[in-house]
C-alpha cells in the first residue's frame, strides 16, 4: 500500500511540474514518458527440483505477453510498474506420460504408453506483473540501458498435457485437460536488464509448481528468455 500511495503522490507532483512549464521553452528537455507500454517474453523454462524419476528433456519453452502502466517517480531515474497478461509455458517430456485422470490424488509419470514423437505439459496462467525499474535515459524509455526487478503474482487458468504420435501413418493428438494436481497460484521472483527495447529475463517460482500432497514438493519453475518491450 505504500507503494501505492508513493507512486501516487510521484504522479501528482510530476503532472503539476508540468503544467507549470508547458507553456514556455525553457532548457529543460524532459518530457513525461508514455506510461502504457507491452512486454513480450520468449524464454526457455525448465524444472529445479525434479526427482530423478522424471524425464524431462527437449525445449522447454515459455510466451508471456503483459500490458503494464508505468509510474514514473518524479524526474528520477526510477519508476514503478504495474500490469496484468497472460503466459504460457511447455515442458517436454521424453518416453514418458504424465497421468492427470488418475483417481489417486497424486500424479504419475509413467513410461510412454504409445510411442509420441512429442509429448508435454503445458499451462496458462492469468498474471499481475509488479517491477521496480531503472533506465539510463529518463528522457527516451526506448533508448539506453535498463533494468528491473520484481514479482509476478499468477493463478491457474488451463492446463493440459499433449502427445502427438502417428498411425497407419496418419497423425494423432492426444489431449487431456485438468488443473486437478498444480497449484491454482503462482508468485515468481523477476529480473530484466537490458538496452533499448531488448532485455534479458528470468523468473524463479517462490512457490511449487504442484498442490500441497498432489506431486513432487519441491518441484520449482524458471525460465530464461528474451523481452521486447515498450517502456
Not at 525499474?133 to 533494468?147: H, L, P, Q, S
Request: proline content about 4%; overall charge positive.
Amino acid at each position: 500500500m505504500h507503494k501505492f500511495l508513493l507512486s501516487l503522490l510521484a504522479f501528482t507532483m510530476l503532472q503539476t511540474a508540468q503544467a507549470q512549464t508547458s507553456s514556455n521553452t525553457s532548457k529543460d528537455s524532459y518530457k513525461k514518458p508514455s506510461r502504457d507500454y507491452v512486454m513480450l517474453q520468449f524464454g526457455y523454462d525448465n524444472w529445479l527440483n525434479a526427482p530423478d524419476s522424471l524425464s524431462i528433456s527437449g525445449l522447454g519453452r515459455s510466451f508471456n505477453a503483459y500490458l503494464c502502466y508505468d509510474f514514473p517517480i518524479m524526474k528520477s531515474n526510477f519508476s514503478f510498474a504495474a500490469g496484468a497478461g497472460l503466459a504460457n509455458s511447455n515442458i517436454y517430456f521424453k518416453d514418458q506420460e504424465v497421468v492427470l485422470t488418475d483417481t489417486i490424488s497424486y500424479v504419475r509419470f509413467i513410461p510412454e504408453t504409445q510411442p509420441y514423437k512429442k509429448y508435454k505439459l503445458a499451462t496458462t496462467y492469468l498474471e499481475a506483473p509488479f517491477e521496480f525499474r531503472y533506465f539510463g535515459n529518463k528522457e527516451n524509455r526506448n533508448k539506453g540501458f535498463k533494468m528491473a526487478i520484481g514479482i509476478k503474482v499468477g493463478t491457474l487458468l488451463a492446463a493440459h498435457t499433449k502427445g502427438k504420435r502417428t498411425f497407419n501413418s496418419k497423425p494423432i493428438i492426444e489431449k487431456v485437460n485438468t488443473k486437478r494436481y498444480i497449484d491454482s497460484w503462482r508468485y515468481a521472483a523477476t529480473a530484466r536488464i537490458g538496452y533499448g527495447n531488448f532485455s534479458i529475463y528470468g523468473s524463479y517460482n517462490l512457490n511449487g509448481f504442484f498442490r500441497e500432497a498432489s506431486g513432487p514438493a519441491d518441484i520449482r519453475p524458471y525460465s530464461i528468455g528474451i523481452c521486447l518491450s515498450g517502456l
